[in-house]
């Protein structure tokens, strides 16, 4: 993290339902590679900002950009969360209960792509996305949040830079290429109004037209 993110962050007290989220992800192991703290901050003034009643969230991994997100939302709010792994949605549930807000979220466990499917199938909408999964599935699940997006909807995907990758020539791997595409597409599609932060490792924000 560069020393600006640094500064920035520490102007802000430990939150200690994401405190418990980064504990909990040590003890069992899993991969510390939640959204940064800033970018958690910001999803959920988006959230708020969008009025997002209906949230779709690729990639739960231990609940902290879930809490992130359910913050954002008024009483009625719902977030629809997929994840490839049972016992990292497992997780990710205990520390949205712990952050009292396991009565906002439903888990849809597997392939995200078949989940997407079966959200395309049933015809549900959503007006905010937030995509932090696997890096090579970003154009599918870009693709899909354009199929299952209200409109006016905020589409949000996380680590665009992938470390530095993605703007390395010498770095040609699936998910470098992947994200690429994505990146790409964010820009020029002309379905989608959009931005990209420079911060962290990269996030990128479309509204769809």
């Not at 712990?98 to 792509?113: R, S």
């Not at 989940?115 to 199938?121: G, I, V």
């Amino acid at each position: 993290m560069f020393l600006k993110e640094q500064y920035v962050d520490s102007l802000y007290a430990k939150d200690a339902d994401l405190e418990r989220v980064k504990t909990v992800l040590a003890e069992r192991g899993m991969p510390d590679i939640s959204v940064a703290e800033g970018y958690g901050r910001l999803l959920t003034m988006l959230v708020r900002l969008k009025g997002a009643d209906s949230v779709l969230e690729i990639g739960a991994l231990g609940g902290y950009s879930g809490i992130c997100l359910a913050r954002g939302m008024g009483e009625e709010g719902k977030l629809v969360s997929l994840e490839l792994l049972q016992h990292y949605a497992d997780v990710a549930k205990a520390n949205m209960e712990a952050a009292g807000l396991g009565g906002k979220v439903e888990y849809f466990v597997g392939d995200a792509k078949e989940s997407l499917a079966r959200l395309a199938t049933e015809g549900r909408k959503f007006d905010f996305f937030f995509i932090d999964a696997d890096k090579e599935g970003y154009p599918v699940y870009l693709g899909y949040a354009m199929e299952l997006a209200k409109p006016g909807a905020l589409i949000v995907g996380d680590n665009i830079f992938l470390r530095g990758r993605t703007i390395d020539d010498a770095k040609q791997g699936p998910a470098v290429r992947a994200v690429r595409s994505f990146n790409e597409r964010i820009a020029t599609d002309e379905r989608l109004l959009s931005t990209v932060i420079p911060g962290y490792d990269g996030l990128a924000i479309a509204i769809v037209k």
